[in-house]
């Protein structure tokens, strides 16, 4: 299982990026797939998930900013994010179950078992 995170970048203050997580050896569409967010000396903290059956949840700091969505044709999911923020810099991280069908405990990093590596956005003032 393999888990590639890609899309981050430079992007000044009130602009927009498009993260991918791309997934190898497992079907995005039978898991839970979710974004988490790691800033310099700050502990990683959720961003949002999408769960097989399509349901989406965005932690309090991206309502309104942020989208979610998934190819599965592909096997890759995405998170849009809009009116970027210093505060948003950090990396962000893709990261599924062990396990299809299973839910991992919202808005934690508890049951979350494969990580991608991670890709670094960087919001400028």
């Known amino acids: 299982v393999q888990l590639q995170a890609s899309g981050g970048g430079l992007v000044q203050a009130g602009g927009s990026l498009r993260l991918s997580c791309a997934a190898s050896g497992f079907r995005f569409d039978d898991y839970v797939i979710g974004w988490f967010r790691q800033a310099p000396g700050k502990e990683r903290e959720f961003v949002a998930q999408i769960a097989w059956d399509g349901n989406t949840y965005f932690a309090d700091f991206l309502k309104g900013r942020g989208t979610i969505s998934r190819d599965d044709d592909k096997n890759t999911m995405y998170l849009q994010m809009n009116s970027l923020k210093p505060e948003d810099t950090a990396v962000y991280y893709c990261?599924?179950?062990?396990?299809?069908?299973?839910?991992?405990?919202?808005?934690?990093?508890?049951?979350?078992?494969?990580w991608g590596q991670g890709t670094l956005v960087t919001v400028s003032s």
């Open positions: 990261a599924a179950p062990k396990a299809a069908y299973t839910r991992p405990t919202r808005a934690t990093t508890r049951g979350y078992d494969f």
